[in-house]
């Protein structure tokens, strides 16, 4: 069963979001199992916009690609070196090294609960 | 291929019980990864992976004409194949294009096995049925009661060694052990009170084995056979490790490299085919696709002797410098051109997990074919520099031959 903290937000696209200051993005453990193997991921520089429902950047697996879509409106505060040199941490530690940037929030956008994204992805 | 749903094979249910995320294929539900898919491709590389193939059609063609029926029905010389011997060649249509590529095994004295790829299966079926007009000679396609289990790796032969009542039959052998057996050789061997045929071929690009079983029997075959091989390394591998191992070995794959627009010829696999083939009467035989293939061969050679370079697109190699997959469809580019300088198109690519760089096979001008030619690949909208290199991408290790006395 994949891994759904209760203290996180969702988006129905598979990223997790957290309340720090600056918040922390990442993807969940349901993305990362249904993506197989990472192999690159594609993130924004620090200081770059991002805009709640928007495409921020890309994660790579053998097989697929999929967009990176930001749960909040804000500016890149970190992007995760780690992850940029070793994409296999997004497979191995979702929620904790594998985080892929903090952004210093001006409005979070749509999210959901645990339970919420739990119901969607049925688990 | 109807919208029916996908076939079980007869091993699905032990991949379930492992955890795979399985994946429809060529009509069959098969694993696509188990653990992951890039442990399973470097325990291939460094131990032995084991693989489910049941999904790949199995065609018996039997009969006193049996030789001489599949030197007309595909392009190679199938006749010339010895006893307990295996050739990989292709079946072509009328007009040279390919409708898959096989493996033909002599498995048993006028009788060969024809291995095709599970999305061909009933083409490459009826298409021998067909050709099978005016020749003694019986086409039974077997696939549903054949179970094919592959293993895979520097230590597969000794997991197979291992295997508690994996034994050779010498009813059915030419004699001799499994690890004398060579490479592009078969086998038969007994288990459990079933014969199993034994080939020494793979599509991974190290050394390998290829068992073929009855259905009733695959489950326990499989189940012993990673029980033994435990201890040795071997993991279950899928359809996801399947890909990158052969692309690194340079393979093609039909629906990508090979296709129905495609020549042997334009694959660079025109040695499959056999002009110099002969009759019974020791008159160049008519195969199919015979005067196509002339043609295309002809042209080829022209331009060769004109010092030309011929108009057609060749299947390289590519290699880039970044850590980004090249991937099927993208457009290579010349390297100095605006975007609709495209030479080429990407059949098939990846991040190579053994070599740690992006590798692509790729159609492009023959212009643009050189080895060590720069080229562009659009990847999404960006130029990622590659360079045209010779095929195979990874070659196993080979001991040095004992010097002779």
């Keep these: 069963m994949p891994t759904i903290p209760e203290n996180l937000q969702y988006t129905a696209e598979h990223e997790w979001v957290d309340s720090g200051t600056p918040v922390t993005i990442g993807i969940t453990d349901v993305a990362a199992d249904a993506l197989g193997d990472i192999v690159y991921v594609d993130l924004p520089e620090v200081g770059a916009a991002v805009e709640a429902g928007q495409v921020f950047g890309e994660v790579e697996s053998v097989k697929s690609v999929s967009e990176l879509f930001s749960p ?52 | 291929m109807t919208d029916a749903a996908p076939h079980r094979t007869p091993l699905t249910a032990e991949h379930e019980a492992l955890g795979a995320t399985l994946t429809p294929f060529g009509g069959w539900l098969m694993p696509l990864r188990y653990a992951g898919e890039l442990a399973e491709h470097r325990a291939v590389r460094t131990a032995a992976g084991i693989f489910d193939l049941s999904h790949m059609g199995e065609i018996s063609v039997t009969g006193p004409d049996a030789a001489a029926f599949l030197d007309h029905a595909l392009v190679g010389a199938i006749s ?15 007009d040279g294009g390919v409708l898959d590529d096989l493996i033909v095994y002599h498995n048993a ?38 179970a094919l289990i592959g293993v895979q790796g520097p230590r597969a032969l000794e997991v197979l060694e291992a295997v508690p009542g994996l034994s050779a039959t010498a009813e059915l052998s030419l004699g001799g052990t499994l690890r004398e057996l060579r490479y592009y050789a078969c086998t038969g061997m007994g288990f459990a009170g079933t014969a199993v045929l034994v ?45 990158s191992l052969r692309l690194e070995a340079g393979m093609p794959l039909y629906g990508h490299e090979l296709t129905r627009d495609v020549t042997p010829f334009d694959a660079g696999l025109g040695r499959v085919v056999r002009f110099d083939k002969v ?32 108009s057609r697109r060749i299947l390289v190699g590519l290699a880039g410098e970044g850590r980004r997959p090249l991937r099927a469809d993208y457009e290579v580019l010349a390297p100095d051109g605006d975007t609709t300088a495209v030479v080429g198109r990407v059949t098939s690519g990846g991040l190579s997990p053994t070599l740690g760089h992006p590798i692509a096979l790729a159609f492009v001008e023959a212009s643009s074919g050189a080895p060590g030619t720069p080229l562009h690949v659009d990847v999404r909208g ?13 070659t196993r290790p080979r001991p040095p031959s004992a010097a002779r006395p």
């Design chain 2, 109 to 146: 004295q006028g009788e060969y096995l024809v291995v095709a790829n599970a999305a061909n299966r009933d083409t490459v079926v009826s298409a021998l049925t067909e050709r099978a007009s005016g020749f003694d000679v019986s086409v039974v396609d077997g696939t549903d009661r054949t």
């Design chain 2, 199 to 243: 080939a020494r071929t793979g599509y991974t690009g190290e050394d390998g084995f290829e068992l073929f079983v009855d259905a009733g029997a695959a489950a326990r075959l499989w189940r012993a056979v990673l029980e033994a091989g435990e201890p040795f390394g071997l993991v279950p591998a899928g359809l996801s490790a399947r890909d």
């Design chain 2, 279 to 310: 009759d019974a009467d020791g008159e160049p035989l008519e195969f199919v696709g015979r005067a196509a293939l002339a043609r295309v061969a002809a042209e080829l050679e022209k331009a060769e002797l004109d010092e030309e370079t011929p």
């Design chain 2, 382 to 394: 960006r130029r990622e520099p590659v360079r045209v290199v010779d095929l195979p991408f990874y």
């Design chain 2, 80 to 94: 010339g194949i010895r006893l307990m011997g295996a050739r990989y060649s292709m079946i072509v249509a009328e």
């Design chain 1, 72 to 123: 909040v409106t804000g500016t890149v505060a970190e992007v995760n070196a780690a992850v940029v040199d070793g994409p296999e941490l997004l497979n191995a530690d979702p929620y904790g090294d594998g985080w892929l940037i903090r952004v210093e929030v001006d409005t979070v956008g749509p999210v959901l609960t645990a339970a919420e994204y739990r119901e969607l992805t049925g688990n």
